[in-house]
């Protein structure tokens, strides 16, 4: 028998009413960090903002972003320990232009109480199987330098991709003027793409209707 904490955890499409919680676990990890040292991050999720964006769909596949994110839910009662939103091609996305065959995660946010029990993993994995059964072939995201979900992710299969020397200086240039040093002046400088390459999952395509769990 597995023991497993989060073998029990659910996984289900964000309805409505648990957008609060969306915006809260996501408002606690981007206000903690602030830029050019004044403004914290989270300041433009709100409920309404997060309703529109949920409520959309990509310009070119026409799949809602809603079916691209999900809530892991805890056994005892359902209470939300987590949220992934995905973007794949034609989603409006903040950072990043996701390109026909990738998925990315733009957003992934455990609670503080819930972390280190796997709640994480399941999400990610959550999100890799959704990007085979849609017949892509690559899952990206992007991390700034410093952050510990980066072991979570490289045990999970994700590479650094290389960029070039002066891409990386544009970035640290980037991150560093508009954010500091989120993890401590010790803490390495910049942010870094990662990515796994997926073999197809012989999925219809459809997403829409994967099943949760
Ligand atoms: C990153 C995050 C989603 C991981 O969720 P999780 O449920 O704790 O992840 P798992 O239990 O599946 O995996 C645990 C791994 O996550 C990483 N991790 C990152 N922050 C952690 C934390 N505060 N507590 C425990 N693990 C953490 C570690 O690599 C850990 O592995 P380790 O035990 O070998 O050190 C969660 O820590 C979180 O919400 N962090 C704040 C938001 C964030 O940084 N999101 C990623 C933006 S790119």
């Not at 609060?20 to 914290?40: A, E, G, M, R, Y």
């Not at 794949?88 to 972390?115: F, I, Q």
């Not at 401590?184 to 999925?203: D, F, V």
Request: with cysteine; hydrophobic share 35%.
């Amino acid at each position: 028998m597995s023991n497993d904490p989060s073998d029990d955890v659910q996984i289900v499409t964000p309805t409505d009413k648990q957008v609060p919680f969306v915006v809260q676990v996501q408002t606690d990890f981007l206000n903690s960090k602030h830029c050019c040292c004044l403004i914290p991050l989270g300041l433009g999720v709100n409920v309404k903002s997060q309703l529109k964006m949920l409520n959309s769909t990509s310009k070119t596949t026409k799949k809602s972003v809603r079916s691209y994110a999900a809530l892991a839910l805890d056994s005892d009662g359902g209470a939300p320990l987590g949220f992934i939103q995905l973007k794949g091609h034609g989603m409006v996305c903040d950072l990043h232009t996701p390109k026909v065959g990738e998925v990315y995660v733009e957003s992934l946010a455990v609670l503080p109480t819930a972390r280190g029990k796997g709640v994480g993993r399941k999400l990610l994995q959550w999100g890799e199987d959704l990007a085979k059964f849609d017949n892509c072939n690559l899952y990206t995201l992007e991390v700034l330098n410093g952050n510990a979900a980066i072991r979570l992710y490289e045990r999970f299969g994700f590479v650094a991709k290389s960029d070039d020397a002066c891409e990386w200086c544009i970035g640290a240039a980037f991150v560093c003027c508009f954010m500091g040093r989120p993890y401590g002046c010790l803490s390495p400088m910049g942010a870094y793409t990662m990515e796994k390459r997926l073999e197809a999952g012989g999925g219809d395509g459809g997403g829409e209707g994967m099943e949760r769990g």
